[in-house]
């Protein structure tokens, strides 16, 4: 085997391919999505301050008063896409690019470089005055926060156990809207300074998230499957130490090893790991390109939800459509996103990814037809604006426990280890991509002096989360409890449709003569 050294002894046993669940590896796995506050608070800012006064007199120009611009002042259009956009455009790029990084140098380091990069880019749009230098550091601060959501996400998916792995990645999600919470937060008291001070606080605190994210990777454990990898099995086993809380003699440590080894040994002997191997294997469940279309669409999906819109521009559109303290009710979208994501961490493990893509796609599409027909039928009075409030606040429910989360633990499993971190990073990219589309379109779709759909926004959201529901029922199989390698053999025998019945029926160390036969193991105990 490469690397020499260490003699990996497997089991033929499904069920003793990982140690049993620890204290150290759920609290290792619990700091790693610390990067999400990074990530929630670096996209939810700026709705917030694009609404101040004192920004917009200091980024944008004189106006006619109105909803939208009660000071007299407003940033126009373009610079309102540009402003929101420049951050996904970024992050599109550095999600790519974290997939060679991570493969190079590491999970971990890599999202240290990152936070590093993420720094630079805070320091520029804190010192900004003008829009051209505070465009300059979202473009840099973009693209630390695209490598530290595609790793952080490859990451945690490698190291988490197999039974927690969902409720796990799940924790991600909830740090990112934390993050966004926080950044509401902020906003709202910020908001009434006549000073820079308004702007530059918010932004100056994200200083605190790289710190803390980038200082602590420094100590945790690399990823084993990273080391298995690069053919260094001694590191795996120093890896796995710390992260499962066993001695290196243990026969779960030594099980696990055998079993990605063997797997990866196997899905390399199919194909190589470069980028082009990615889109090898054809539409086959198994096949790496039908993994790829589904992470990238999975996460395009994601962002078609619509759910960006109220935490880009939530501020922005309740004050146009004349709802009272537009702050209170940004905040409140922020509470329930918090307060119900950790609802998943429960229902991903409990009913499975598949029902939860399914029917929060449902839910939300029907939240979002009420507003939009409620909305453009009544535009403008007090129960259109309570149906506003109310369904938005139980759509932000739907998302927050369903495609909040669900979308990202699916991507960190349905890739084989030789393409899983080119895999992961396309599939986030797709999500940037599709991030970048919507926060530049949307101003010209809302604004009064462009498309001014006002609540008919919606219908364009309930038709995507139509989509969603069909995505999801026709092509997102079932991964829950499995492990990585075992939602290879998973997607080689079944379809999305019976996936949920697929049980674990052997190991790939066994599969490959690395197992001790049922025998010796009686024997041993």
């Not at 086993?237 to 290196?248: K, T």
């Amino acid at each position: 085997m490469p690397g020499g050294g260490v003699v990996a002894s497997g089991t033929s046993d499904v069920n003793r391919i990982e140690a049993p669940v620890t204290v150290k590896a759920y609290l290792t796995c619990v700091f790693a999505a610390f990067g999400g506050i990074l990530f929630g608070y670096d996209s939810g800012y700026i709705g917030g301050v694009l609404a101040m006064n004192y920004f917009t007199q200091q980024f944008g120009g004189p106006v006619p008063v109105s909803n939208d611009a009660p000071n007299g002042y407003a940033i126009s259009t373009s610079d309102k896409s540009l402003i929101t956009s420049i951050l996904s455009a970024g992050t599109f790029f550095g999600a790519l690019f974290a997939g060679w990084l991570a493969d190079f140098i590491g999970r971990r380091l890599t999202i240290v470089v990152a936070c590093v990069l993420f720094i630079v880019g805070v320091i520029l749009q804190t010192a900004s005055s003008t829009v051209g230098l505070l465009v300059g550091g979202r473009v840099v601060a973009g693209f630390a926060v695209g490598i530290i959501s595609a790793t952080v996400i490859l990451y945690m998916s490698e190291i988490a156990p197999k039974k927690i792995r969902g409720a796990i990645v799940s924790g991600y999600q909830f740090a990112i809207t934390i993050g966004i919470f926080l950044a509401s937060i902020v906003d709202y008291a910020t908001e009434g300074r006549n000073d820079s001070g308004s702007y530059r606080i918010p932004i100056a605190i994200q200083f605190a998230w790289a710190l803390i994210l980038g200082g602590g990777l420094l100590v945790l454990p690399e990823s084993p499957r990273y080391f298995v990898k690069k053919g260094n099995p001694e590191a795996a086993v120093d890896s796995l130490v710390r992260i499962r809380g066993q001695p290196a003699t243990s026969d779960y440590i030594l099980a696990e090893l055998a079993e990605i080894q063997a797997n990866f040994e196997y899905e390399s002997s199919l194909g190589g790991s470069g980028w082009a191997d990615c889109f090898k294997g054809g539409f086959k469940p198994s096949g790496n390109l039908r993994r790829v279309l589904l992470g990238v669409f999975l996460q395009m999906f994601q962002q078609l939800t619509g759910v960006n819109f109220i935490f880009y521009y939530g501020a922005t559109f309740f004050k146009a459509s004349g709802i009272e303290k537009p702050f209170i009710i940004n905040v409140a979208t922020s509470v329930v996103n918090v307060g119900t994501t950790p609802l998943s961490w429960w229902t991903i493990e409990k009913f499975g990814r598949r029902p939860l893509l399914i029917y929060g796609a449902l839910l939300m599409l029907v939240c979002e037809f009420i507003v939009a027909g409620v909305g453009t039928a009544l535009p403008g009075s007090a129960v259109a604006g309570k149906c506003l409030i109310a369904f938005v606040l139980i759509y932000i429910f739907g998302f927050a426990t369903t495609w909040g989360p669900a979308a990202w633990v699916v991507i960190g499993e349905i890739f084989p280890l030789p393409i899983r971190s080119k895999g992961v990073s396309l599939s986030t990219a797709s999500n940037w991509f599709w991030n970048w589309v919507l926060a530049y379109t949307t101003p010209y779709m809302v604004d009064a002096d462009k498309g001014n759909l006002q609540a008919k926004i919606f219908f364009v959201w309930g038709g995507c989360c139509t989509l969603c529901a069909l995505f999801a029922f026709f092509m997102v199989p079932e991964t829950k409890g499995l492990s990585l390698e075992q939602v290879d053999r998973m997607l080689e025998e079944t379809t999305p449709a019976n996936s949920a019945k697929w049980v674990p029926h052997d190991t790939f160390a066994a599969h490959h003569g690395a197992a001790a036969s049922e025998k010796e193991e009686k024997e041993e105990v």
